[in-house]
């Protein structure tokens, strides 16, 4: 079981879930998983991480490197695209959401 630094369920997801199948982690992939990548992490493995993400399902996918000031953007059938913008738009299960990169980066300047 892969725990993602954060993550995003669609509604429909949780559909016939109980009370006590949500009081603990669900056994479930996300629509939309994220990783931040942190001084202890391997950039190779965490991309594979991201990868199986998206092979069990998830819709979406963000890895989000703050020494490279990128977010890798992992989704079903496609390759993983680099984003070296201030702002990285959503899509698919969070179209419409705006990651303002910049601040992220801002928090890893020393």
Same mark, same amino acid.
Do not use: I
């Given at each position: 079981?892969?725990? %993602? ?5 669609? %509604? ?17 992939? %996300?629509?939309?998983? #994220? $990783?931040?990548? @942190?001084? @202890?992490?391997?950039?190779? $493995? ?25 977010? $890798? ?6 390759? %993983? #695209? ?5 702002? #990285?738009?959503? @899509? ?10 910049? @601040?992220?980066?801002?928090?890893? $300047? #020393?």
């Amino acid at each position: 079981m892969l725990s %993602p630094d954060a993550a995003y369920v669609l %509604p429909e997801q949780l559909n016939g879930m109980t009370k006590a199948d949500l009081a603990r982690m669900p056994r479930l992939c %996300p629509a939309f998983v #994220v $990783e931040l990548l @942190s001084q @202890s992490d391997s950039l190779v $493995e965490t991309r594979k991480k991201m990868e199986c993400g998206v092979a069990n399902g998830a819709l979406l996918g963000w890895l989000v490197d703050p020494y490279r000031q990128c977010v $890798e953007v992992f989704a079903p059938g496609v390759a %993983p #695209v680099a984003e070296n913008t201030k702002l #990285v738009h959503g @899509s698919g299960p969070v179209a419409g959401f705006v990651l303002d990169a910049a @601040s992220v980066w801002s928090c890893f $300047e #020393v």
